[in-house]
């Protein structure tokens, strides 16, 4: 079977193959600007029906147990019922927590199956994350039998929930109690679940008189905190990678115009600065609108302000496809600052529920924003802002091999998941966008210090961004580097036993809020750390995408 071909790049894969890295990096990094990655227009398709049929079919099915409500043809009069609501975000858990949403399909290097999710995470054997490893019974680096009727269980809890008429704190509590026993044993999961949206609202759903304005709070803070994340040099390079990779908008003029000169200055232009700024202060005004109005005209702007933001934002496709929780940020908006526009974000009375927010949305994210390696950017909601924690893995020769041979998987590595479909023409031509996708941003550009440092001739080694690494070990990747680092470097190796100098990592942190510098790490698979340090951000900012200094990248030989 062959799916519909990307976008070819600009020169022959085969001759690409061949030539020194810094020179594939420019080739990748000036078709990437043009092309973006160049997925096929169909597949965007699949991922609309998916929404369509899954994801709010989905939520009208669960609704319909509840009389009244579930008929799409008069959704108009029940979608702001409050158990409408509510269903909407238990929903939306259960469907992320299945790998149906974000991370899914091939916007994410996943091919075959297009999914991870529930195939790794009722399967034991695989390998999996705990919050503190050694942990007793919950700490293993394997999927156990329990870790497995843990997760089947926090689903049969959510299908209860889902299918009843209405939702009582009786029916939530399981869940409420669940989750974080399954992100002990596994930090994917209360990641993958999108807790720090959906687990928040659930707790805000116990306290009755409550819920709604703290489900506000809930919103409000995610888009304070996703804006603040961007109060740095590197959001303007998502800007100007985001557009070039916008489906919508393939005009060269203007995907040219978010680099100062193409195709030989690929450094953000004046134009992806100024939307940068833009974007980050649209993103602060409308919650203010809305959580200061009452009603009428101010309200009405602000939501209106907020659509076209997050239409924005869903219309540029993040590689990542986030759609579903978009789509959910604007129902939550819609339902709770619209047609509840009376409830005050200041009227919350239990201490409790107080204490709880107080912790999860401000106490959490600030420590996160500051010491970025201690907290997942989701948690920190620290989203969408080119600021994240990150890996490259550097397999020499084919021993990549050895992560089939022997992990308990359900993915093939991400080139033998394509050659189910393509022929290696384009399979060669697809993984080195991958390569672009890193080293436009602002953070990738540490890569031209850190790659010669780790190998002493990259061209004997394959490389893979960890977000593949992680897609195919895992089960899922979201843009998070904390689940690619040296905890996942040595779950891998207690399974494969690389050799020395067979598998060489570099972990990258993000920049930590008012920091200057990010961190890094260059390991061995065998021997661990080799290597640690920091690198600035304003050398980095002058660089190119590509690396200048190719002499760093010739071998000893050479």
Not at 122 to 144: D, E, N, V
Not at 189 to 211: I, K, N, P, Q, T
Not at 351 to 378: E, K, T
């Amino acid at each position: 079977m062959r799916f519909p071909e990307p976008t070819p790049p600009p020169y022959d894969p085969f001759v690409w193959q061949k030539l020194p890295f810094p020179e594939k990096c420019r080739l990748v990094c000036q078709a990437w600007a043009l092309q973006g990655y160049g997925t096929p227009l169909p597949v965007y398709g699949v991922y609309i029906v998916k929404i369509l049929l899954l994801y709010i079919g989905g939520w009208a099915f669960f609704c319909s147990f509840t009389p009244g409500l579930g008929n799409i043809l008069s959704i108009s009069s029940w979608w702001f019922e409050p158990v409408a609501f509510q269903k909407a975000v238990l929903w939306s858990m259960a469907y992320e927590g299945l790998g149906l949403g974000c991370g899914s399909g091939p916007l994410t290097g996943r091919y075959y199956p297009p999914i991870g999710g529930l195939l790794y995470f009722a399967r034991p054997g695989t390998t999996k994350m705990p919050l503190f490893p050694g942990l007793p019974i919950l700490g293993g680096s394997r999927r156990s039998y329990l870790d497995v009727g843990l997760y089947v269980a926090h689903y049969a809890f959510l299908l209860r929930a889902l299918t009843a008429p209405e939702l009582t704190p009786a029916l939530l509590l399981p869940t409420v109690i669940l989750l974080p026993v399954l992100g002990l044993a596994d930090k994917t999961l209360f990641l993958v679940s999108r807790a720090e949206h959906y687990y928040s609202m659930m707790v805000c759903f116990l306290f009755a008189g409550d819920w709604i304005a703290g489900s506000k709070v809930v919103q409000l803070g995610i888009w304070f905190w996703a804006a603040s994340s961007k109060l740095n040099h590197h959001f303007p390079a998502v800007i100007a990678v985001m557009t070039s990779n916008n489906p919508f908008l393939r005009s060269e003029a203007i995907r040219k115009r978010m680099y100062r000169n193409f195709p030989d200055d690929l450094r953000p232009s004046g134009l992806a600065r100024l939307m940068a700024h833009l974007g980050t202060l649209t993103e602060y005004s409308f919650p203010i609108l809305l959580v200061l109005s009452p009603g009428g005209w101010p309200t009405a702007l602000g939501l209106a302000v907020m659509l076209g933001f997050h239409i924005y934002i869903t219309s540029n496709v993040p590689m990542a496809v986030p759609i579903e929780w978009n789509v959910m940020m604007v129902y939550g908006a819609f339902f709770l600052f619209g047609h509840h526009s009376a409830v005050s974000v200041f009227s919350l009375h239990s201490p409790v529920l107080m204490g709880y927010l107080l912790v999860a949305l401000l106490f959490v994210p600030l420590i996160g924003n500051f010491f970025p390696a201690w907290v997942s950017f989701l948690v920190s909601m620290r989203y969408y802002a080119g600021n994240w924690a990150y890996s490259i893995w550097l397999f020499k020769g084919d021993s990549s091999r050895k992560l089939d041979e022997h992990l308990t998987k359900t993915s093939p590595r991400v080139a033998d998941q394509l050659r189910r479909f393509y022929d290696e023409k384009v399979i060669i031509g697809t993984l080195g966008k991958i390569i672009a996708f890193r080293m436009m941003h602002l953070h990738g550009r540490a890569l031209h210090t850190l790659l010669p440092r780790a190998v002493d001739n990259i061209d004997d080694y394959e490389y893979l961004d960890g977000e593949l690494v992680s897609g195919v070990v895992l089960g899922w990747n979201f843009g998070d580097g904390h689940l690619h680092n040296l905890q996942l470097l040595r779950a891998v190796q207690e399974q494969c036993g690389f050799e020395k100098g067979e598998l060489r990592c570099i972990f990258v942190e993000s920049q930590p809020f008012l920091g200057s510098t990010m961190k890094w790490t260059i390991a061995d698979a065998k021997t661990g750390v080799m290597e640690e340090g920091e690198i600035a951000i304003e050398e980095i900012r002058e660089r190119q995408p590509w690396p200048q200094n190719t002499a760093d990248f010739e071998s000893p030989a050479r």
